[in-house]
């Protein structure tokens, strides 16, 4: 699985982290981008009603308002990482310092704050099973406020997209 693909941030009623909602051809851009991450910018102009400029312009200004990131996606397994797993992780306390410790961890693709059996799931995509245990048992549960986690190996990686549109 090889393929380009637009995330978005989520965003409220008031937009993405409480700043000026998202306008309809911006979302629209977005899901142009989300269907195809090369598509170009004149054949998105044509389907939203903009010049190629105005997309240009409105594609850079959700770039660097992060609202929206542009990634090659890939499935690890085909470029060296034998080892996904979704970890739970359960917290002491207040989770925000165990959430942003997670963050920087280069391993940790996803962080998520849940309401549930866990605190924070967090995926990791690792170089092997001996990464895999060095990042859980070394790094993960030896945070300060980490109370427990529990595992979730991917022994396979069936279907990986990011084409949900902006509904």
Request: hydrophobic share 40%.
């Amino acid at each position: 699985m090889h393929s380009e693909s637009v995330s978005t941030r989520p965003r409220d009623s008031k937009g993405v982290n409480g700043s000026t909602p998202i306008d309809a051809v911006s979302l629209a851009i977005i899901e142009q981008l989300q269907e195809d991450g090369r598509r170009p910018y004149a054949a998105i102009g044509k389907a939203v009603g903009l010049s190629e400029a105005a997309v240009r312009q409105r594609v850079q200004k959700l770039l660097d308002q992060n609202l929206m990131q542009i990634v090659a996606v890939t499935d690890p397994l085909t470029v060296g990482f034998r080892r996904q797993a979704m970890v739970g992780v359960n917290v002491e306390g207040d989770l925000e310092p165990v959430a942003d410790a997670l963050t920087e961890m280069d391993e940790v693709e996803y962080v998520v704050v849940t309401a549930g059996s866990f605190d924070l799931i967090v995926e990791i995509v690792c170089e092997d099973d001996d990464h895999l245990l060095e990042m859980i048992n070394k790094r993960i549960r030896t945070l300060a406020g980490v109370r427990s986690t529990e595992s979730f190996v991917y022994l396979k990686l069936r279907k990986q997209t990011y084409t949900w549109g902006t509904r």
